[in-house]
């Protein structure tokens, strides 16, 4: 269902009289709601050794090499799934949200994941569920302490957004000999307005062309954040960027400032390494999770009970996970020129409808 990215139980059910399915499982396939039945009742262990698999053969291949400063990232990323008024499972958040027509208890659920960033490959590797009481820094936490058991040498640093600007998340990367890299905002004030302090007195390193100027600025040794273990060091990216708008074809002057706190040295990595893996965060959440989301459907819900929710999401980050190191590992360069992901998840989708019985016309 996945691979094909068919969206839906039920669209998966129309393929049941398809030969492929007996072929690969030696029997029709299920109906819809014993899938998603099934789905409530398996071992997520068991799928997460699964994903596992898949991460170390790609390894062994050398299919995921760090960038070019030679370190292995992890992101973690927030999600949630879906939100719904109506029903709700002994996995459901809730918040209240003020309406029209009054006070409304609203049900949700969300999740963290955390997926590898190599070179030209990102690999989803794990997720956890937020419960019910708790904040997205705790599910990560405990998302992490299991991670760092079954992937231990996977990666150098770990980043987050500025949710993840938290002492918990800093000093569980120090005690684990991680790094940590999280977007740096307001509420973090004495840290920040102490590096805008210094900052001032720094001249900063400049790169410039006719449309783009960039300045850096690097300073390490805060303790400022005495909750945090160790100093940290803040990078600061002040950018501007001038963009011809399609609409009347004027040129405009668009700027960007961000903020950075690490405990990464710079002797470990450079001002534009730091500044690379902050943007890059970005990236991910583009290139991961809105494939994840928007062609995969990977927050759809397929059967509203807490476990067959992860397993079904873990059945898609595989399944991308799988797909992607098909497409940019074994797919000649000249194929991938002609074919978008798009159209390489169409042909496998032929394969179920190929052998379908012909329905009267
Ligand atoms: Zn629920």
Not at 10 to 37: V, Y
Not at 46 to 70: C, M, N
Request: net charge positive; with cysteine; hydrophobic share 40%.
């Amino acid at each position: 269902m996945f691979l094909c990215r068919l969206g839906s139980l039920n669209a998966l059910s129309q393929t049941r009289e398809s030969s492929f399915w007996r072929r690969w499982l030696g029997r029709p396939l299920p109906s819809p709601d014993t899938i998603g039945r099934v789905a409530a009742l398996m071992d997520v262990g068991g799928l997460r050794a699964v994903g596992k698999r898949v991460y170390e053969r790609l390894k062994r291949s050398k299919a995921l090499d760090p960038g070019p400063h030679g370190l292995m990232g992890a992101v973690l990323d927030g999600h949630e799934t879906h939100a719904t008024f109506q029903r709700r499972c002994a996995g459901c958040l809730q918040r209240t949200i003020h309406t029209t027509r009054g006070e409304r208890i609203q049900y949700y659920h969300r999740l963290v994941a955390v997926s590898l960033i190599g070179r030209d490959l990102r690999l989803m590797l794990d997720a956890e569920p937020v419960r019910p009481g708790e904040d997205e820094v705790s599910a990560a936490l405990r998302l992490l302490d299991r991670v760092i058991v079954a992937y231990p040498r996977a990666f150098d640093v770990i980043l987050g957004d500025a949710l993840y600007a938290d002492p918990r998340f800093f000093n569980w990367a120090v005690d684990h000999g991680k790094d940590a890299l999280a977007v740096l905002k307001d509420d973090r004030r004495d840290l920040l307005q102490d590096a805008r302090r210094l900052f001032e007195d720094q001249a900063p390193s400049i790169a410039e062309d006719p449309t783009f100027r960039r300045e850096w600025r690097d300073l390490e040794g805060f303790t400022t954040w005495p909750q945090v273990k160790t100093p940290v060091r803040v990078v600061r990216s002040f950018e501007t960027r001038r963009v011809r708008r399609q609409l009347d074809g004027e040129v405009r002057q668009e700027a960007s400032d961000w903020y950075w706190v690490t405990t990464l040295s710079r002797a470990r990595a450079s001002t534009g390494t730091v500044v690379q893996w902050g943007h890059s965060r970005w990236d991910i959440e583009n290139q991961g999770f809105n494939a994840l989301v928007n062609e995969w459907r990977a927050d759809h819900v397929y059967r509203h009970e807490p476990t067959a929710m992860l397993v079904f999401w873990l059945l898609a980050q595989i399944g991308l996970n799988v797909f992607s190191a098909f497409f940019r590992r074994n797919l000649k360069p000249a194929a991938r020129r002609v074919m978008s992901m798009l159209h390489v998840a169409r042909h496998v989708q032929a394969e179920l409808y190929i052998p379908l019985p012909r329905a009267p016309t």
